[in-house]
């Protein structure tokens, strides 16, 4: 079975330019969700979507950064225009709903981010 | 605010011993638990979960314990094996669906 993808694995791009980072969540689940992993912040969520619609974006951190899913298999994260502390791995989770509000989520592999 | 904390960056355990890692959490209202382990360059994997009208949980070598008045779990891992060493982090799910995260702990399991 195909886990979430996630592209592309490794950017690098000079500050100031637009990144986009894309995801495909496991068939069937309903639930994506996009984090960011620091060595200050440790592993945090940025906004979560529900049957394509951004449920809670809370986490994402300036208006630099947005986030769409045109549907239920494909999201992507834009970072305009992307700075050095943005510099990040990238995780793309999905999970299924269930008797939790959300099962055990299934991650991607991440995008390793340096702006430069 | 860590509301989730691992305050062990690190352990080395040798092959065949226990693994203990350990978890607090300072928010009440989290009301399930789940670990997961990670690899470098590979997304977190789902391990083990554990709901707060239980206080254990058990999946082959692995056993979680929650202590909701001390707002702590732990992760035995018995007997530890190399292929064990990665990355595991403790996470808290908060009523409106989020995962808050640990820092984790990595584990190194020598043979």
């Known amino acids: 079975d195909a886990g979430v993808i996630q592209s592309p694995r490794h950017e690098v791009t000079e500050m100031g330019q637009e990144v986009t980072l894309r995801c495909k969540p496991i068939s069937g689940h309903d639930y994506l969700f996009w984090y960011r992993q620091t060595m200050m912040r440790g592993l945090e969520l940025l906004i979560y979507f529900n049957n394509n619609v951004p449920i809670d974006d809370s986490g994402m951190p300036e208006d630099r950064f947005s986030a769409k899913m045109p549907n239920a298999s494909f999201s992507t994260l834009k970072i305009q225009p992307s700075e050095p502390r943005d510099s990040a791995v990238y995780f793309c989770a999905s999970s299924s709903s269930g008797v939790r509000l959300t099962q055990p989520q299934h991650f991607g592999d991440g995008t390793r981010l340096s702006i430069l | 605010d860590q509301q989730v904390k691992q305050n062990s960056p690190s352990l080395s355990v040798q092959e065949g011993r226990i693994s203990i890692l350990n978890c607090d959490y300072t928010?009440?209202?989290?009301?399930?638990f789940l670990w997961y382990k990670k690899y470098p360059a590979e997304g977190p994997t789902f391990l083990i979960s554990i709901s707060s009208i239980k206080d254990k949980n058990e999946d082959g070598r692995f056993t979680v314990f929650l202590n909701k008045s001390a707002k702590h779990l732990s992760l035995h891992i018995v007997p530890s094996q190399p292929g064990d060493s990665a990355v595991y982090f403790c996470?808290?799910?908060?009523?409106?669906?989020?995962?808050?995260f640990g820092q984790g702990t990595e584990l190194s399991v020598k043979p």
């Open positions: 996470a808290a799910e908060n009523q409106g669906g989020k995962l808050i």
């Open positions: 928010n009440s209202m989290f009301d399930y």
